[in-house]
């Protein structure tokens, strides 16, 4: 199988009085069967980024979160890839309760 990646917003923080937004709050998941790897994260938003409250979409939100990480999104789906694969190779135990 291979790696389906998701990307989703959690929340978005917006100032009130600008009604622009500050920061977004995301999450990757990666998935090849019962393998999985997971990231979270905040980006704050540089005073140059205009997205207005009223126009927001979670696809713009996630376009914009990718757009303002420290992180590339394609080196952080390649270590989802690395987690997954070392997972599979059955070299890492999982303990649950």
């Known amino acids: ?51 207005p409250y009223a126009s927001l979409t979670s696809s713009l939100l996630v376009k914009a979160a990718h757009n303002n990480m420290k992180t590339n999104k394609d080196t952080l789906q390649a270590d989802h890839e690395s987690k997954i694969a070392i997972s599979k190779a059955g070299s890492i135990q999982h303990w649950t309760a």
Request: hydrophobic share 35%; with cysteine; net charge neutral.
């Open 1 to 51: 199988m291979a790696v389906t990646h998701t990307w989703s917003v959690v929340r978005a923080d917006h100032e009130t009085a600008t009604n622009k937004i500050k920061s977004i709050h995301w999450e990757l998941r990666s998935v090849d069967g019962d393998h999985k790897a997971y990231s979270c994260g905040e980006v704050r938003l540089p005073s140059s980024v205009v997205l």
